[in-house]
């Protein structure tokens, strides 16, 4: 199986990148800069995509042209920490460019190279939950998010009659340099319980929201 991942250069994404390829899977994985860890770890390294850059996706994706994609993760992703009193625009917006219009751009980029019964994940959050929100604040991150489901819903219908499957997938709070190294599971653990989640995906459950537990999250 052909699987792009983006932002497999840390966290979460990178323990993706090693637990396909574990499984024998043939993985590509973007990102704005490499590291060793990544370049080491057998996958096809596509170095230089900015997700925030509509501009120069389309370049900067281009040696996926001829790959015949199976899976196509969207993880790259940022955190910001805005409150009600401490805000700035510039970081709400680049959360927005990053963690929901990012990935429809990427998907709508490599829209021709996904194969017949494709799958398409979405990393999001139960941040992004309506429902889920107990506390507040985090307002860019929790935005960005809710309207990255937004995107995973209407992709998930679009998509259907070609055969593709759309998950959205809250990974848990996982120990990560983006939360700095707080959370209640690890990267491997996490990516794991996400591969069990996304070899679920089908056509049946397309568009759910889904805890990387298996548990269905509210809107």
Known sequence: MNVVITGGNRGIGLALVKAYIARGDIVYSTCR?????LNGSGANVI???DVSRPDTLKEALAPLNAVNIDL????????????LQDWDPNTIDYQFRVNALGPLLVTQTL???LSDQAKVAMITSRMGSMTDNGSGGYYGY???????NAVGVSLAHDLAPKGIAVGLFHPGFVQTEM????????ADTAAQRLVERI????LETTGSFVHSNGETLPW
């Open 199 to 202: 070899d679920e995906l089908s």
């Open 47 to 49: 170095p230089g995509v």
């Open 33 to 37: 800069n490499s590291c060793d860890d």
């Open 179 to 186: 939360v700095n190294g707080n959370g209640d599971i690890d």
């Open 111 to 113: 829209m021709s190279s």
């Open 72 to 83: 196509l993760i969207n993880n790259a992703g940022v955190l910001g920490r805005e409150s």
């Open 142 to 148: 929790r935005m960005s998010k809710a309207a990255l």
